[in-house]
């Protein structure tokens, strides 16, 4: 990725969307991609070299790559430009030529189509097969020096305005009904098209029925082999389902949406909250859509990455609606300027949005199989296999005493990991932290790995030795396993606090404590006397001390503390404490969420019901892809904020904020969803599924709930404003 590439790409796009914008040629628009038609504009696009800029230059392309399209087209989303005429040609029939077009194609259409002189329409859909594209019926029969194609076509776009569409016809037949399929350039101006208006809801046009009545196509128009259509299609949907527009179809109006709240005098709680839950799903989308380019540009076809893309997309898009709707409060008004008329666009759209380009059934069966093929994505680095090896097999249900797995990873010094090596620890840095605690969830071992790291990490910073020999975490020997290693923090809860004294001393009550009855040590944040915050330490035994046992609902130790003059030792600032502490949680859902679904599908590929293994029934497979959705973007969500920790971004928390959002919506939904598929049998004991789903219940709230969370996003970028947002969406997503 060349950064540079990347950021003359953005600034070449503001430049021209912003003199546009200023000059009044165009009002920002929901939808936009498939409804803002504007040639003059995708002509001053073309003069700027924005179209095509991911082709080969031979062929009058940009020579860059599918990341700096994608840089391009969310800022043409961002400001609602009016980009409907390129899109199509730009997305994906521009590439499908480069890679499968004849010499002559290329020649003739990709320069045109960079220069916006060619304009494209989609000939898929058609008037009897719904959402089975495979079952087309128009058909191509050789003719001398090409083809005839005979057929309808529906619910294609601007075919009206478009000099040329592609089509799939069928050539052949086949023993299945994907086999036989070819693509072809049909020029628009040809003898025997036929173009009907179709109307959508909001009243416009850009719907078409398309008649082809023996229209000539010549042979060099042929796109790849005849009869590899299908395979074709099937790469070519990754490009039209992996878009970015998929997530920001309605982001006009999230950020108008955001100006009116806080032209009104800001957001309260509630409106906070759901502001923030959508930003943290945005920001995990778009991160994913980076992920889709990236593999793009790799050379890979991402068709299980884009169609989750889309599905958890279109669904935000959706959902964008709903909280405008909620936190504007008004009647819609399709005649109203700003937030208000954006509001009934997006309205009057949606219904399309997990239609077109695959209905959400149809994404959800593409994104099953991917499951049963793949599984969870696991951790593919070298510390990840170490962590699968040593942890295989040692799994299961919490008890009082630690287990037997404690003095392993104690050995192997994994509670010193992301502990510099001048403080007592064992190096590393937060990744490798993340790696591990992501493996203790996914094989279901309860030790405090985490708590332990992270008051290290605390001590640490403040220029103190960690006491990583367990030698010195003995404190006073008082019967609280105090030589066991474990060092622990005790994060106030909302409405708890701790004060420090000004003679060293605590006073207090902490609860849910995890593994408080086993530490040596704790680290606490207090405040002090002048109303600062600031971490300290205290030792087991430590007069004024003691504990009131207690569990979570995955059985693990969460213990009430009790100060009372307790002595201790001042470690300085807070610093990313409650952050860390929040992303190791998030770390561990999604370690859990994966197993969960690797249980899922191993039980409904096996499981059989009336003849039929229970992945075959559409409703079980959609199960089985909002599972895997729902972990693909935990991981995502996670692996941006432990970047951005780990770097020392200024926003770090935030990203943090929306892992912790995220996971814990996967969370939910996940174990929801894999109780569902496995019915009865996965509501006992006697089957380990809840040995994933009870911590899954556990995790999703500790160290700040995921509502907390999304309110303190959604107030912090309400009063930023749309601009800081946008940097925080967009700021390098690795």
Known sequence: MDSRELAEARRTTRELVGAWAREGRFSPSCDAWLRG???????AMAARGLIGISWPAEYGGGGGSALTRLVVTEE???????????????RQIGPSIVRHGSAAAKARFLPAIAS??????LGMSEPDSGSDLASVRTAATRAEGGWLVTGRKIWTSHAHRS???????????????????????????????????????????????????????????????????????????????????????????????IEAVAAGGGADDGAAERTGEVLARLATLRAMAFDVAGAMDAGRAPVHEAAMLKDLGTTLERDVNE???????????????????????????????TVRGGTTEVLR??????????????????????????????????????????????????????????????????RDVVTIVAGLGRHHVSVPVAETVLARRAMAAAGHDTGHDTGHDTGHDTGHDAGSGVVTVALPRRGESVRLSADGRLYGTVTKVPWGRHAGRVVVPAILDSGVQELAEVRAGAAGLSWDGGTNLAGEPRDTLRLDGTPATPLGGPGDLLAEAALLRAAAVTGALLTALDRTVAHVTVREQFGRPLIAFQAVASLVA?????????????????????????????????????????????ARVAHQAHAAMGITREHPLHLATRRLWAWRDEFGTARWWAGRLGRAFIERGPDELWRWITEDAS
């Open 116 to 121: 916006g002189e060619v304009t494209f329409c």
């Open 37 to 43: 038609y504007d040639l003059d504009f995708t002509r």
């Open 323 to 353: 909280l405008a709707r909620t936190l504007l409060d008004t009647e819609v008004d399709p005649g109203a300027a700003g937030a208000e008329g954006l509001l009934a666009e997006g309205i009057l759209a949606a219904p399309g949005f």
């Open 163 to 257: 000099t040329h569409a592609y089509v799939l016809a069928r050539t052949g037949r086949g023993d299945r009904k994907h086999e036989g399929l070819t693509e072809f350039i049909v020029d628009m101006a040809a003898p025997g098209v036929d173009v009907r208006p179709i109307h959508d809801l909001a009243g416009e046009h850009h719907f078409n029925e398309v008649t082809f009545d023996a229209v000539f196509v010549p042979d060099e128009h042929v796109l790849g082999a005849v009869g590899d259509g299908w395979k074709q299609v099937t790469e070519q949907l990754a490009l039209e389902r992996g878009g970015i527009e998929r997530v920001l179809s309605t982001y006009p109006l999230l950020t108008a949406t």
């Open 626 to 670: 909002a599972l895997a959705s729902e972990a693909e973007s935990a991981r995502v969500a996670v692996r941006r904020a432990t970047g951005a920790l780990a770097a020392g971004h200024a926003d770090a928390w935030a990203r943090v904020a929306a892992a912790r959002v995220v996971t814990g919506r996967a969370a939910t939904e996940g």
């Open 365 to 430: 069966t593409v994104i099953s199989r991917g499951a049963v093929a793949g599984g969870g994505r696991q951790d593919e680095s070298d510390l990840g296999a170490v962590v699968d090896q040593v942890l295989a097999g040692h799994g299961g249900e919490p008890g009082d005493d630690l287990p037997g797995i404690w003095d392993t990873v104690r050995e192997l010094g994994w509670t010193a990991v992301g502990v510099d090596e001048a403080h007592g620890g064992e190096g590393g840095d937060l």
């Open 76 to 90: 043409l989303l961002r400001a609602g430009a009016p980009v409907a005429a390129h899109w199509i040609a730009d």
